[in-house]
């Protein structure tokens, strides 16, 4: 059994070499660009607190602090990291195909560009969407709550890994239609089964929401509210690759009897 699986393994250890190398490639630009890609990280941080001052005046006092020797050295090379593999995910992507490609037939095969184009969009999206909507509405809601007892002090390095979280997650959510679309073109999963499965989605989509989003109703329901949609949007893209087909029942002739037949 090992022996068959060992063309595998090599495979996927070659994939996943080039893709941690394209990693560290993107690291070493991002890095030389640590100090704007962390003034984006914190941006929605420093919005919220400076929102914040004008509801609780103790707020205006918060500021952003590194509880380490070397915090900011650290938190340098986390952003650089995370930004690397944002730029790196279309070739990662793509060596996750050429690791499937080999199972599957020649008209799957096609299925690259959509793949690669298509998770490396949707992850975009669901980065972005989490930037310029959830964070700054769930970032200012935290630090408001109890700000009138409480003074913000925020450690940078608990808020990268916070932040970061955030983003991986919608960006993992936002690739459903692409999940889907790839599991209807290969004939995995019909419309019917999607709609069939969609009050247990509901569950695991709030679920979901609950674990990746800050603890408060206003991020989980912003993250919950776009995957139904977008669980929805997927049901529509089955249905256009892979319908379910409705057996007909065969109709049976009966013999019609003879007006002469005794």
């Not at 991002?30 to 420093?46: A, G, K």
């Not at 990662?92 to 490396?120: C, D, H, R, T």
């Amino acid at each position: 059994m090992f022996e068959e699986m060992k063309p595998h393994l090599v495979e996927l250890r070659k994939r996943l070499g080039l893709s941690v190398i394209a990693v560290f490639i993107m690291f070493a630009v991002s890095f030389s660009f640590h100090n704007e890609i962390l003034s984006w990280v914190t941006q929605p941080l420093n919005n919220a607190i400076a929102n914040t001052s004008s509801i609780a005046k103790k707020a205006s006092e918060g500021m952003v602090t590194t509880h380490q020797v070397g915090g900011a050295f650290f938190v340098a090379l986390k952003v650089s990291f995370f930004a690397a593999f944002l730029g790196a995910l279309p070739y990662i992507l793509y060596q996750m195909w050429l690791f499937v490609a080999p199972g599957l037939y020649a008209n799957e095969k096609k299925m690259v560009i959509p793949f690669v184009l298509g998770g490396s969009i949707m992850f975009g999206m669901g980065v972005l969407f989490a930037y310029y909507v959830v964070t700054p509405l769930g970032f200012e809601f935290l630090i408001a709550f109890g700000s009138f007892l409480y003074t913000p002090m925020i450690n940078i390095e608990d808020y990268v890994g916070f932040f970061t979280k955030i983003m991986v997650g919608f960006g993992l959510a936002f690739e459903l239609p692409v999940i889907a679309y790839l599991l209807g073109a290969l004939g995995m999963i019909t419309d019917r089964t999607l709609i069939d499965f969609f009050k247990y989605a509901v569950v695991l989509i709030f679920i979901l929401a609950a674990i990746l989003t800050p603890p408060d109703a206003i991020s989980q329901l912003l993250m919950a509210i776009p995957l139904i949609i977008l669980y929805g949007l997927s049901i529509l893209i089955v249905r256009l690759v892979n319908p379910e087909i409705k057996e007909e029942k065969p109709t049976t002739n009966l013999p019609v009897k003879a007006d002469n037949e005794s």
